[in-house]
């Protein structure tokens, strides 16, 4: 008679067996390539780098580089989360008898007509995202008081002191 612990054992067994059977056969790839700035002196902080909206996540090394293991087939989009500056998106097709050979399309914007790019990725940001704004003087149109304000003043800067010179 089979007791239930045996049964419950033997089942067990068989799933484990199929789940590692199935789960080796299933290809997987490497996805690489480097980030660059435009200004070869500047300096790349550690940038965050998603597929498919944060299924795989990695993060750039000093030098730009970055690596994504273990990338299933099918259609796959890299996305640059950088604050500081903008980035390309690029989508990536992994087929399952071509591996080794990614077909990449960088979409540089929407709207942007699409551009093949060869693997390994080479993106290089577009722009830099500027936060802050120079404070601009009022102007009320010569209705005032009268006050002069100098250019240092203008651009948000307080001047020590301003004198009129007759």
Excluded: W
């Excluded at 199929?18 to 700035?37: D, F, M, V």
């Excluded at 259609?75 to 989360?81: A, E, I």
């Excluded at 290089?124 to 936060?131: F, L, N, R, V, W």
């Amino acid at each position: 008679m089979i007791t239930p612990k045996l049964l419950l054992l033997t089942l067990s067994l068989i799933l484990g067996c199929i789940s590692a059977s199935s789960s080796s056969s299933i290809p997987t790839a490497s996805i690489q390539g480097r980030l660059r700035l435009p200004d070869p002196a500047a300096s790349l902080n550690s940038t965050r780098i998603t597929l498919n909206d944060g299924s795989f996540t990695t993060y750039t090394q000093p030098n730009g580089d970055f690596i994504f293991h273990r990338v299933p087939p099918g259609v796959h989009l890299l996305d640059v989360q950088s604050r500081e500056h903008h980035f390309s998106q690029v989508k990536i097709q992994l087929l399952e008898d071509a591996m080794d050979s990614p077909k990449c399309i960088e979409y540089v914007y929407p709207g942007a007509p699409k551009q093949a790019m060869p693997h390994p990725l080479e993106l290089t940001a577009h722009a830099s995202y500027e936060y802050y704004e120079k404070r601009q003087g009022f102007n009320d149109g010569g209705h005032g008081s009268g006050t002069k304000r100098n250019d240092a003043e203008a651009d948000g800067i307080p001047a020590r002191s301003v004198k009129d010179v007759d």
